[in-house]
């Protein structure tokens, strides 16, 4: 690797590590215990599902008949391509391509952006059809209490989501902005990493609401 | 020093998860009665698989810490999950 | 010997190695940090106190006289709320583990100290919503929050509560999560897993359920927060909600919290039992595992809260049999902790009359917790003050007592100087009696039926009742002494060197208090942990 790429990394050395490995390891080990507390944090939320599922199992597929099946899938390829537009940023910058890191970067931004779009459109699709939980709800099908249930459990559950997607796209935008600045190369890129550790998870959780709330029994069209 | 992977095993893995996504989509018109849960979660964890092994640089960890942290964090949610439902699942045989 | 202020101003360490509001309030500095939580959950803690004070005052006499049962409501919630995630849950950890944990295991700093100075700030903000909150009216659902009371029918402060339970809950996780990283990537060169002093391994368990289990809390709190405020009803049952499924996931985090809170108590004991009977630690492995077995028996159990509350009869069983088997890592510790003392040559500091207080108190609370585990005589004195009393000889006679131990038993190390022992052996007898005489009558009335969470009752316990305010206005005293002679000894104390207790441990091998870097040289280590049989046998300061 360059001697300037060297240099940088060694100026980002902080002064409690021995050496770049120690906190390279340090930072993405950080990062994941970070992560677990996620999978408890939404897994409070997959619990309430859990349960209220094996209890109105039938309003669980009534309700699962009023999402935008179109919506749910698109949205679940988009997020799927942001995942691999962040990962090549990673091998990007581990090459010390910086532009086509930042490429890359602002790409992925792009997805979640439209991720975030689309999901818009969806709950005000649901608020103009009563979906929304409260007094405003009306469901004109079989046991609306519990369907009002399921949708509770889809804006709690989506709306977690789509808070830590917006997360995401602030993070993705800081290192792209850093990495504007020059703060990265081939030898030091740990926040890009743990960046990308982070959206992936965010992907990962997408990838289990989706079939959860979207799938559940048979589909009419739309 | 980190390995480097190549661009090919991405794409290769984007590829295969937006096939399972296809396929989860398409299988939930068909009835599987019960099975259309499992099926469907099965498949989930595959295209999860696929996300942590390869995206998140699981496979190649030179640190094995972080695969117990890994472990440690989804044996918690089995924890939560199961045990609670062992009261509810129990209920009727009172 | 020159005097005290000029030698020490000689020196450069972390306290004087920078001045002014700055220096502090932007400190990466661990030990600083944790000197700001010092200050902070001191603060909270007479917060607490006080309240503590209004309830026993309320209960001097049989009729609810003092305040309206609605306010008599907001006290005990208050209380609870400020003493366990104010207090309790950070006061070893956030004080002396981020001390100590660096310098334990030879490293200059946690692995990530701007998150350090975040998880204060964040502590910090919960509090002052949680003041804001006490100021505007307080809330009155008890600490517990159940539903469907908290999220449809009170007309106090719920959400900005568990708003400020939520920041100090993430303060909570960054400390846990530092630590974690801490210990496993920056341990000194030869400081192996087993070579690793107690309190790092109680600190470590500690962190692990911070980690996994404050998380609920947070989506639980969130959850109630998003009903009261936008019907999104997970809890509601009119839209088919379970009350039960709130009381699960909200134990789901706070039984593993009472580990949160007594288990670096327990890393405290551990370092000072062995140092004050100048001998190893008997069976450091099994401590060890003990630790880590408590923090993951600990999440097996929670439904034990709930045996009343319509859980299936089943499950129940299942968490009483957990119950009791969590209990067995901790008799281990005090079987241990006890053959450490056996044979020993005993000092009779502070700290260790602190140490000893907690074995015996800790043991009761324990014990009488295997009363709650057992599903028929909990039926009968569940939400009574036997419950009350269980929880306190845990708390209080346990946790409050070990971090008083801690506190003496590192001040030299912390400030450079020696507190006055004979004023704080009196502090231990008067907390020691104190402690008793507010709680011990609480199990006699819980037993015979006074229930919790009343401001008013029957005439038959209120002789118990006014013992128990007398005792917490010894208590109250006992807690005040320390306060006034640890500052006294900042400026008038004796100077402590090095290692005024000739401890072992590689914090007592640098000077106090220690340069801000902790070590001259990184140490190497070669040594087992605890080798008092390679120390001196004298301790060369107790009073």
């Not at chain 1, 779009?117 to 519990?146: C, M, N, Q, T």
């Not at chain 3, 209120?462 to 005792?471: E, K, M, P």
Request: neutral net charge.
């Amino acid at each position: 690797m360059s001697d300037s790429s060297q240099a940088l990394a060694t100026h980002e050395l902080r002064h409690h590590f021995e050496d770049m490995e120690q906190q390279r390891d340090a930072s993405s080990m950080g990062m994941w215990v970070f992560l677990i507390t996620e999978i408890m944090f939404f897994g409070g939320m997959f619990m309430a599902y859990l349960l209220y599922r094996y209890e109105y199992f039938q309003a669980w597929q009534e309700g699962s008949q009023h999402m935008n099946f179109w919506i749910g899938t698109i949205n679940t390829a988009v997020l799927i391509c942001s995942s691999l537009t962040m990962v090549l940023a990673v091998l990007a910058i581990q090459q010390g391509r910086r532009r086509l890191t930042s490429v890359m970067l602002a790409i992925t931004i792009c997805f979640a952006i439209t991720f975030m779009v689309l999901k818009g459109i969806e709950y005000h699709e649901h608020w103009l059809a009563h979906e929304f939980p409260g007094s405003a709800f009306h469901f004109a099908g079989i046991d609306p209490r519990h369907v009002e249930m399921f949708f509770v459990l889809y804006f709690v559950m989506t709306g977690f989501h789509a808070l830590h997607v917006l997360i995401g796209i602030g993070l993705v935008s800081t290192v792209l902005y850093m990495n504007s600045r020059g703060h990265y190369s081939a030898d030091y890129h740990n926040p890009i990493e743990n960046v990308g550790l982070y959206w992936h998870f965010v992907d990962l959780v997408w990838i289990y609401l989706y079939p959860l709330l979207y799938l559940i029994g048979h589909h009419h069209v739309g | 020093m980190e390995k480097i992977i190549s661009g090919k095993v991405y794409f290769t893995v984007w590829a295969a998860l937006m096939c399972l996504t296809v396929t989860t989509a398409a299988v939930s018109y068909v009835d599987l009665g019960q099975f259309s849960i499992v099926v469907a979660l099965l498949i989930a964890t595959l295209k999860g698989s696929l996300v942590v092994l390869f995206f998140m640089h699981v496979k190649y960890l030179n640190v094995k810490t972080t695969l117990l942290v890994i472990v440690a964090g989804f044996f918690w949610l089995a924890i939560l999950l199961l045990m609670t439902m062992t009261d509810y699942i129990t209920r009727a045989w009172s | 010997m020159a005097s005290a202020s000029t030698i020490t101003a000689e020196r450069e360490h972390y306290l004087n190695a920078d001045y002014g509001f700055r220096s502090w309030l932007l400190t990466t500095d661990h030990k600083r940090i944790a000197l700001l939580y010092l200050i902070s959950i001191t603060f909270f803690f007479f917060i607490g106190g006080f309240f503590a004070l209004l309830i026993r005052l309320e209960l001097l006499t049989p009729q609810g006289d003092l305040v309206q049962a609605d306010t008599y409501n907001k006290l005990f919630s208050m209380h609870g709320q400020v003493m366990i995630f104010f207090f309790l849950i950070p006061a070893v950890p956030a004080v002396l583990g981020n001390f100590l944990v660096p310098m334990m295991i030879g490293a200059k700093d946690l692995a990530f100290p701007r998150i350090n100075l975040l998880s204060w700030y964040l502590f910090i903000v919960g509090g002052g919503v949680m003041l804001y909150t006490m100021l505007t009216g307080g809330v009155d659902t008890g600490w517990t929050f159940y539903v469907p009371l908290s999220t449809a029918y009170l007309g106090t402060h719920v959400v900005l509560a568990a708003v400020s339970i939520f920041i100090a809950g993430f303060s909570s996780i960054l400390t846990g999560l530092n630590f974690i990283v801490t210990i496993h990537r920056m341990r000194a060169p030869g400081m192996t897993w087993g070579r690793m002093p107690l309190f790092l391994w109680s600190n470590y368990a500690t962190a692990i359920i911070q980690v996994l289990g404050t998380p609920v809390l947070a989506i639980t709190l969130a959850l109630v927060g998003l009903e009261r405020m936008f019907h999104l009803g997970v809890f509601n049952p009119q839209l088919g909600g379970d009350p039960l499924l709130f009381q699960h996931l909200f134990w789901f985090y706070s039984h593993p919290a009472v580990y949160i809170m007594i288990l670096p108590g327990m890393g405290v004991v551990s370092e000072i039992i062995p140092c004050f009977s100048r001998k190893r630690v008997f069976g450091y492995e099994f401590v060890a595992l003990a630790s880590i077995g408590i923090a993951v028996l600990g999440f097996l159990v929670w439904a034990h809260h709930m045996f009343v509350a319509g859980i299936s009869l089943y499950s129940a069983m299942v968490f009483s049999f957990f119950s009791y088997l969590v209990a067995v890592p901790s008799a281990i510790k005090v079987f241990n902790w006890t053959a450490t003392m056996y044979k020993g040559k005993i000092y009779y500091s502070t700290p260790m009359l602190y140490a000893m207080g907690f074995i015996g108190l800790f043991t009761m609370g324990g014990m009488t917790g295997l009363f709650l585990a057992s599903l028929g005589v909990d039926v009968h004195v569940t939400d009574t003050y036997f419950v009350v009393a269980h929880f306190h000889y845990i708390m209080v006679g346990g946790m409050v007592m070990a971090y008083l131990a801690g506190m003496h038993f590192w001040w030299p190390k912390i400030s450079g100087r020696m507190y006055p022992e004979a004023w704080g052996k009196l502090a231990a007898m008067i907390i020691f009696i104190g402690f008793n005489l507010t709680f011990f009558p609480q199990f006699i009335l819980g037993w015979t039926g006074m229930p919790r969470r009343y401001h008013a009752y029957t005439p038959e316990f209120q002789v118990l009742n006014v013992l128990s305010t007398a005792g917490s206005t010894v208590l109250a005293v006992g807690y005040l002494l320390p306060m006034v002679y640890f500052l006294w000894s900042l400026r008038y104390g004796k100077e402590a060197g090095d290692n005024p207790w000739g401890a072992a441990g590689l914090e007592w091998k640098t000077a106090s208090p220690p340069p801000t870097y902790n070590f001259e040289e990184t140490p190497v280590v070669t040594w087992e942990a605890y080798n008092y049989d390679e120390l001196p046998e004298e301790v060369p300061v107790v009073g």
